[in-house]
C-alpha cells in the first residue's frame, strides 16, 4: 500500500542520515562508502534534498528525537482518502500504524466524504492512526471542498511542523472509535473471533477454515458424558 512505501522511504533517509547503511539502498551502494554518512550525521550523496525535507534545515543534517531542537527529524506521512475503508486492509493498516509510532513518524490523516447518504463520512482506520501517531485528522465537507477552499485546508491544517503544531488551534479528536470492523461482513465489532495464523476479525467463528488465509478451524471435542455407568451388584 501506499503507506508502506511511505515508511519504507521515509526509514531510507532516516537511516542514510544516521550514519547507517539503507536496506532500500541500490546492491552496488551497499559495499562502498556511498549510502553512508561521510560525516557525522552528514546524509549520504542524494539524499540531502530529501533529508531537508524532512528535518527542514538547509544541510538535511537530522537529529535522535522529534520536535526538540532545530534540525531535529520531524517526519510525518498525510494520507488523504476518498473511499470506504475496506476490511481486509485493517492489519496492514495497523501494522503501518504500530511501526510508524516505534519510529516516531506522525500519520495525518484526511477524509473527503463524498456526499453521498449511504456513503461513510468518516475512515475508522484514518482516525486510529493519527491517534496512535499524535497526528491530525480532518474530514472536510461542505464548503470546504468547493473550489479552492480545500487547498486552504490541507495547507493550513497539515503543512505545520510537528514542534509548531502545540501552538497552533489544530482539530483534535475527542473520541476514536477502536472497534474493528469484521473481516467478512464489513460491521463493527465488540466481541470477535481472531484467526491465529492472519489475526484477520469475525463477527462469527468460521465453520471449516479461516477465509482470509485458509487455516483450518480446531473443532471443539465433544463433553464426554459426567454420568459414570454403575458397576454391577455382586451377589453374595
Same mark, same amino acid.
Given at each position: ?87 481486509? =486492509? ?27 447518504? =449511504? ?57 476514536v472509535d477502536f472497534r474493528p470492523l469484521c473481516f467478512e461482513t464489513?460491521?463493527?465489532? =465488540? ?46
Amino acid at each position: 500500500s501506499a503507506l508502506t512505501v511511505a515508511l519504507c522511504t521515509i526509514n531510507r533517509f532516516m537511516v542514510a542520515a544516521g550514519g547507517g547503511v539503507s536496506a532500500l539502498a541500490p546492491s552496488d551502494r551497499l559495499g562502498g562508502s556511498v549510502g553512508v554518512s561521510s560525516a557525522a550525521g552528514a546524509p549520504a550523496d542524494g539524499d540531502g534534498g530529501v533529508m531537508a525535507l524532512i528535518t527542514g534545515s538547509k544541510s538535511g543534517r537530522g537529529g535522535r528525537t522529534r520536535g526538540g531542537r532545530r534540525g531535529a527529524p520531524s517526519p510525518r506521512i498525510l494520507v488523504v482518502q476518498a473511499t470506504d475503508d475496506r476490511t481486509g =486492509d485493517y492489519n496492514a493498516v495497523m501494522n503501518c500504524t504500530f511501526a510508524a509510532h516505534k519510529g516516531n513518524i506522525v500519520i495525518d490523516g484526511c477524509f473527503i466524504p463524498s456526499g453521498i447518504s =449511504d456513503r461513510a463520512k468518516n475512515s475508522a482506520y484514518l482516525e486510529q492512526a493519527s491517534d496512535r501517531t499524535g497526528g491530525v485528522f480532518l474530514a472536510p465537507s461542505g464548503a470546504a471542498q468547493v473550489g479552492g477552499a480545500l487547498t486552504e485546508v490541507l495547507v493550513s491544517v497539515f503543512l505545520s511542523p510537528v514542534a509548531v503544531r502545540k501552538k497552533m488551534n489544530l482539530p483534535t479528536l475527542s473520541e476514536v472509535d477502536f472497534r474493528p470492523l469484521c473481516f467478512e461482513t464489513g460491521e463493527t465489532v =465488540d466481541t470477535a473471533f481472531v484467526c491465529n495464523q492472519c489475526l484477520s476479525i469475525f463477527k462469527n467463528c468460521p465453520r471449516d477454515s479461516c477465509p482470509t488465509c485458509g487455516a483450518e478451524v480446531a473443532k471443539k471435542k465433544k463433553a464426554s458424558s459426567p454420568l459414570k455407568k454403575s458397576k454391577k451388584a455382586r451377589h453374595a
